[in-house]
């Protein structure tokens, strides 16, 4: 039965002569460190389909799938997790042998391609097959980094950029072309994957102490950390958790919502603008927030997102700061602030439901990680 969906391989750069220098029994406990990590960070809705000797390949159906935006952070967060985990083996390496000293030479790149697919059972062993499944696999060998010099690499087919809306050009990738046997000429675009683990080594920002707090407020989620990131930054739910009528992003970084953008809110008559301090792509949001009270000072508050994982899924919680600005104007945003806060509960439950309830309206079921389904999905 044939499904359409993404394919993404996430292959380790560098380990075919890494292993060649090095000792086998300290080289291949470094490989099996290194893929359980990218097993673990596959998340939904990407399926692990197999593992391909230094690489994972996993999945997505079509009619399951996240935002583009949640889709490259979540490819991005992989990345960034590898590399700490690189830099660790190293910092922490007190071995002399190669394969111990010959690990800051291991990075990671990414393929991802969008097109139709079938499982395939023969005996005990079932995998994807299909000409858009050989396309994928064709193109992890590529003339990418004799061209560009980058190592580590984010590569997408047209299909993939189609597929997820992005604009390629606004994400700062390039336009590159491979020669595939069988395939032709195909155009793909690349992302380096460097600067995006340099982007998470700043040091992290305290934006308030506890004696700022005014009030937190929770709502466990029984869904993965990914579905729940994703849901907050839809309009439709967004507007739920903040209780606005609509809004507007200003200021996107490359194309997307980022630190630096701002949102501008409308609740009736009322604007109500929020400036991102902090992104952190399934974690955390740190906002500014201007309250709209007359005066010559702006009266501001901090409003921090956050999203944990629980045993069942996922904590998500807003913390509200004490506002800031001129005596009488604080005071007055403080009244307004503490009397909103029966109702940013109830918010936050209200999102609670109507994402569990989309959820399981509109996505097919998910399959266990690290199978592969043998029927169509319900």
Known sequence: MERRGFFLIADITGYTMYLSES??????QTLTDLLELV???TRPP???AQLEGDAVFSYALAEGFVTAQTFLERIEEIYVEFRRAVDLMVLNNTCRCNACANVSALDLKFFVHYGAFAIQSVGDITQLVGTDVNLIHRLLKNSVT???GARAYLLLTEGAVDALGLDSGEEGMVAHREVVPE???ITVVVKDMHPVYEATTQVERSFYGPEDILMTQATDIPMPIEHVWNYANQSRFRNLIIGSDSYEVLDRKKGRVAAGSTYRCYHGKMIVTQLIMEWLPFERVVLQQLIPIPGRRPTQSIIDLEFTQIDDGTRFSETATKPTG???QRSLARLMMTARRSRTQTAMDEFRKQIIDDYTANHPRQETQGT?????PD
């Open 46 to 48: 990407l399926v692990v």
């Open 39 to 41: 097993v673990e960070q």
């Open 372 to 376: 592969i389904p043998s029927s169509q």
């Open 183 to 185: 395939f032709g000429e």
């Open 326 to 328: 001129p005596l009488v």
């Open 146 to 148: 004799a061209d560009t």
């Open 23 to 28: 000792e086998l029994e300290h080289a291949r």
